[in-house]
């Protein structure tokens, strides 16, 4: 079965830290060009970061640029993100997601609230 869980998510206060983790199992991680994508309540998707299959090049959304972190480990197929300097505005469900869309995690709720 392919699967995409994440994990990592909850309550953080504003300025602080998370770092999210992507567990990959069922198929070709390695070969798979990754992204987080989010929804924030209300709204629609929108994507955050992308990272490329063997993690040399990597692209940011404007809203996250120098404080988000897109990485991967191959070996441990696994996706990770690293958030700091965290506001109110990243409260949202964060997915990871095969960067074709082709592939879903079912998503961890991230709140920023004081």
């Known amino acids: 079965e392919v699967q995409l869980v994440e994990s990592g998510g909850g309550l953080v206060q504003p300025g602080g830290s998370l770092r999210l983790s992507c567990a990959a199992s069922?198929?070709?991680?390695?070969?798979?060009?990754m992204s987080w994508i989010r929804q924030a309540p209300g709204k629609g998707l929108e994507w955050v970061t992308s990272?490329?299959?063997?993690?040399?090049?990597?692209s940011l959304a404007d809203s996250v640029k120098g404080r988000f972190t897109i990485a991967r480990d191959n070996a441990k197929n696994t996706l990770y993100l690293q958030m700091n300097s965290m506001k109110p505005e990243d409260t949202a469900v964060y997915y990871c997601?095969?960067?074709?869309?082709?592939?879903w995690g079912q998503g961890t709720q991230v709140a920023v609230s004081s």
């Open positions: 990272i490329d299959s063997g993690g040399g090049s990597t």
């Open positions: 997601a095969g960067a074709t869309g082709d592939l």
């Open positions: 069922g198929f070709a991680f390695s070969g798979y060009p």
